[in-house]
């Protein structure tokens, strides 16, 4: 059974915890004696280093969520000197700011080493061509996948996303074994594969997909290996966390979560009281050694459960099953995350539309598609088709660009679209994955 770092990654359970609560320490004791984000919040919840004492002592510091990052944009969380940062990402579809991601070297080298363990825990290594279809930029599928490809050895192919003929060409052309992608855009490849009359199963080396950024069901991952003949892998992460970081392995059964690089927990949303293993709650990730932006307590948002049991391949590090929605309204669309706040924010920009909208998500071919129906205000109103059509494709164009992710936009008549009494429900997702 390969590993990247076997000792690591078959540590005994108890050892394991050991270090964890080393690293929490460490990192505890160092926030609070220089940053005074963690200090203040460490001080409101009463709690000093001192108080851990153990791993499950974590459970006396205070949570952090996504509104940290925003409330601190763009660096108010970095806790190191900027000379030492080498490298910034920065996440999409937040209200109106982005949450930005700072790395100093050692970050990025911990991330890579995450990703490189959970790529040969797939059964990719140095004889493999591994091409990377995440979008390469402020997104960190791309280099997140880029980076942990080298680390094992593998030939990386940086084909980011799009033009997809093209991708299929290198798939054959430079005898790609492996690929990493969104699980809609493989679904999509594989059409476009076949359109080609190229069947990947016989006329291409491709075996292993590595895929993630979006929920996706175990039935898909039965459509993609009688469609290609490619076993396909869940791989998950978020930006604050430093990107895609954790894949299941050979078993195909859950997530490892590698235990000294990250402490996982199960939550009730509701009361943020922790939940033992089997139960589903909001995943929440400690991440134990990062430098530049470190997160304690990371309500993800994401609801899972812990596996029980040991895992077949040896590892020691818990799983977790695969994401089954969120606890808040934040949307995945083709991958990019996309609150409906954000939405508003954008359409309000615009003098002649209302805060009356709804949005609808559909998934007819492989990609999503979403709709956005906006009510004009009633001076907004025109016979002008013209005016109508220019007004669309505008707000088409500043929704794109506030997203950056394309949706429709239909321009609704004053008082058509519902309203609503208690919390508006104005997302209907008509996706089944
Ligand atoms: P980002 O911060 O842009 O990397 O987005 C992270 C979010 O994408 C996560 O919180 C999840 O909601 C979603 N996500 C990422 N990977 C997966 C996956 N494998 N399955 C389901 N959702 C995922
Ligand atoms: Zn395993």
């Known amino acids: 059974m390969p590993y990247y770092n076997e000792k690591i990654e078959t540590m005994p359970k108890d050892e394991l915890a050991k270090l964890q609560y080393q690293e929490l320490k460490k990192l505890v004791t160092r926030l609070y004696d220089s940053s005074v984000f963690y200090h203040t919040k460490m001080a409101e919840s009463g709690v000093k280093p001192a108080d851990i004492t153990s791993i499950t002592d974590i459970t006396k510091l205070p949570f ?8 601190n944009y763009p660096d108010g969380l970095v806790c190191v000197p900027h000379d030492d940062l080498v490298r910034y990402h920065v996440s999409s579809g937040t209200t109106g700011k982005p949450t930005v991601v700072a790395y100093t070297q050692n970050d990025i080298d911990l991330w ?5 363990r959970s790529l040969v825990s797939c059964g990719v290594g140095k004889k493999d061509v591994l091409q990377v279809c995440y979008g390469y930029g402020l997104f960190t599928g791309g280099l997140g996948l880029h980076y942990g490809g080298e680390k094992v050895g593998a030939t990386v192919i940086p084909a980011s996303t799009g033009n997809s003929e093209r991708q299929i060409e ?15 855009y493989f679904i999509h490849l594989i059409d476009v594969a076949k359109k080609m009359g190229v069947d990947f199963s016989k006329d291409t080396l491709l075996r292993t997909a590595v895929l993630g950024a979006e929920p996706w069901t175990d039935a898909m991952r039965r459509y993609i290996y009688a469609e ?15 990107g895609p970081m954790f894949t299941d392995c050979s078993e195909l059964n859950g997530m490892h979560i590698c235990g000294d690089i990250a402490y996982t927990e199960i939550i009730d949303p509701k009361t943020g009281e922790q939940l033992p293993p089997g139960e589903k709650g909001e995943l929440t990730i400690t991440v134990l050694k990062k430098e530049a932006i470190p997160m304690i307590r990371y309500r993800i948002g994401d609801i899972t459960s812990i596996l029980e049991g040991d895992c077949a391949c040896g590892r020691t590090s818990p799983r977790i099953d695969r994401l089954q929605g969120r606890v808040d309204d934040m949307l995945i669309i083709r991958g990019i995350n996309v609150f409906p706040s954000a939405i508003e924010h954008a359409l309000l920009k615009n003098p002649y539309l209302t805060s009356h909208f709804m949005i609808e998500v559909f998934r007819t071919g492989p990609l999503d598609d979403m709709l956005v129906k906006v009510e004009l205000k009633p001076d907004a109103m025109t016979d002008s088709i013209n005016g109508l059509m220019e007004m669309q494709m505008r707000t088409e164009r500043a929704l794109r660009d506030a997203l950056n992710v394309s949706a429709k936009i239909e321009l609704c008549p004053p008082n058509s679209l519902p309203r609503f009494e208690g919390k508006a429900k104005r997302v209907i997702d008509h996706r089944v994955i």
């Open 228 to 242: 290609s003949g490619v076993t396909a892998h869940n791989i998950f992460g978020t930006s604050e966390i430093s």
């Open 64 to 71: 952090m969520k996504k509104t940290d990052l925003r409330d």
């Open 112 to 116: 890579s080493e995450c990703v490189a």
């Open 170 to 184: 290198l798939i054959q052309d430079l005898k790609t074994t492996a690929i990493a992608c969104t699980p809609s």
